[in-house]
């Protein structure tokens, strides 16, 4: 039963992936949606962002003062100068570790 | 012009910074599934089958929680939506490619992927065999996130849960979209999708994941709209 399920959502995963590669041209969308379309990085992965920073496990919104804003703010600041992701990571980690066992604790 | 392997290769480099926030992630994923119960092999067939972090941990909260199949069905649905904007930016660079090689191509693609692959494509359009760099973030991350999901399967969460390893993943998408701060235009759409996922955040089905996107991407119109 639940296999079933996996395969249905499998499925339908795959067709998200595959309907514009595979089934549309590219010919069908105009200039004005390819331009458009330049950003689709900065439209979509904010969306993924600030969920994962600004609410918690109960599906709340965090405090202010909450240690992953801070470990957020270090990562941008890293991450914008330093152009290299292991960096941005790691400082973001490393900044929220420091708070939650070193500060508060 | 590189050769298909120098191609591969790249995608390899160009992803695998990625992995440092995926493992972890990946053995969460295949630990939490355990924990809710769910035998081991249908845990990880989804990693086979779906291949789409979140989705599968959202899936199987829903079925544990006793929503219907059909709800988590569509759940994992909506949330990977957003593969549909991947595939209309990523269309433009396959086109030459046979119908097949897209159908298997497709099955590849991923948010870390898109984004490197996206990335190197906007600066080496004349590159012949450009979609090896796609196959080569694709595969890596479909290796990484099997290995993940199946070491968090069987060995458990071994990742100690204080650690709070969840939040790589908002780090690793800051990591992909920081340098696009520079543009007023780019942070304007991203601050719209930011706040819109945020506000929709409660809507059925986890459909912020593309709500917001669709918003932000009309603000982004209206914004090309002003600058003419």
Known sequence: ???????FAGILTYFTRM???ALISRDMLGNKIKAVLEYVPSAVFPAIIFPGIFINDFGTIIDMNDPKIFGALVAVIVGYFSKNIIATISAGLVSYWFLI????? | MLSKKQLFTRGMLDISPHMLSVI?????????????GFH???????SFIIFGGASQIVFLQLLSGGASSLVAVASVGIINSRHLLYGAVLSEYLEKLSFIKKLLISYVVVDQGFAESNKFFKKNRSEEFLHYHLIGTGCTMWVCWQIATLS???LGSFVPEELGLKFAIPLTFIAIVVQDLKKLDHVIVMITCGLSSLLFFDAPFKSYIIISPIIALFVAALLLRLKK
Not at chain 2, 40 to 46: I, R
């Open chain 1, 101 to 105: 066992f070193v500060v508060f604790n």
């Open chain 1, 19 to 21: 309907t514009m590669i």
């Open chain 1, 1 to 7: 039963m639940t296999l079933t399920a996996i395969i």
């Open chain 2, 24 to 36: 972890p992630f990946g053995i969460i994923c295949g630990a939490i599934g355990v924990e809710l």
């Open chain 2, 40 to 46: 081991p092999y249908l845990v990880y067939a989804m």
């Open chain 2, 152 to 154: 968090g399967i069987v």
